[in-house]
């Protein structure tokens, strides 16, 4: 690419999770990628790598144990970077990812005051993301004062479910309260949307089951390119297990917990950071540590993840009154061939035959030409998604300024 840095227009996105960082810088005008990188291991290990689009330079750091212990911190040196790597660009506009945007936001917004407010009453749901999401924010608008800035939620591309699929059988009053499905990973799932419109347009206006498998996992039914199910629900708690979150669980638990005195952050702290991969395990949360594992803990954590995918699976095909193809995405979805066949093994009878070797080779196609179901292994880029919704917002601001 020859695009050179100095005097362009940049549109940031960033992507501000429970442990990493991840971010992009776009040309404003055209959305060519100009940087990418992430932070992550935030609290631990933190280390940063990212990419110039423009001359393919590679830029890494990494911090000694608890060298780098909070977001703050962390947004706090990326910005310092964006400021000698980035100089010459002027960032015109800010997308954020926001993860939840409870029954008010339905799609993306300008950030203002009033939507920060509105946003700092949902930490609770999410506690291992909002709070940093909005840290970010604040840091970005901080850095970028002339910028737009705009936030792009998570639980938008599944707030038109019908009733049925976002209630909980509980007293209506909490459904009108907010105490409902709300589902995430939405710019995920409509990245996958609308690349299955483009490269495989007889699935995307059919019955798609999609699997978001990263360190947060979620799967979402999608009928005719929208969300109808997703295995998360009110929080980003339930469903799948995750790296360290417990995935679904009997409610009689919580209350056993309660009445043994654990406190609600202990609690909290055990749900969201000491279950999941790493619970069961007692090794780690991360997938590539436990394949290369020869514990049984960690055979068994890998067995209860693929055993909870497949369940869903089945729920979403039935959901959905049938199947015509399954996506994998997500770090773990895109990467381990072990994972995507223990899941569709077994899944003759929905129709799925898997390619082996295809599957082995990550290619974007890993079932035989006779599967009724195509299986598919698409990179997400949720990124573009928010740098897409960002310049639509951008563009919509300018013109009402006249
Ligand atoms: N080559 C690989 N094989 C197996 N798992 C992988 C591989 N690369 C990444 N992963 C897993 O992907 C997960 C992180 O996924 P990612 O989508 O980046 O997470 P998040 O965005 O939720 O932080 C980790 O569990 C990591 O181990
Ligand atoms: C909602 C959620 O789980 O997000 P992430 O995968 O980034 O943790
Ligand atoms: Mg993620």
Redesign the pocket.
Known sequence: MTTSLHSQQGLLTL?V??SSIKFALFTADDLSLLFSGQLTGIGSHAKFDAKSHVDNQSYSHAWSADGLDSHVQAIGWLVQWFGQQMAGVQVVAVGHRV?HGGVWFDSPVVVTPEVIAKLRELEPL?P??QPHNLAGIQAAQAAFSGAVHVACF?TAFHCHQPFVKDCFALPRKYYEQGVRRYG??GLSYEYISHHLETEFPLQAVGRVVVA?L?????MCAMLNGHSIAST?GFS?LDGLP?GTRCGQLDPGVLLYFLQQGMTEREMSDLLYKESGLKGISGISNDMRELEQSDALEAKQAIDYFVYRIKRELGALTAALEGLDAVVFT?GIGEHSAHVRASVLDGMAWLGVELDEEANNRHDTIISTRRSRVLCLRIPTDEEIMIAQHTQRLMGKKLSSQG
């Open positions: 992507n999770g429970s993860v999410a291992l993301h998570d995430f990973h978001h990263g360190n947060g996992a979620s998360m980003a995750m997500g």
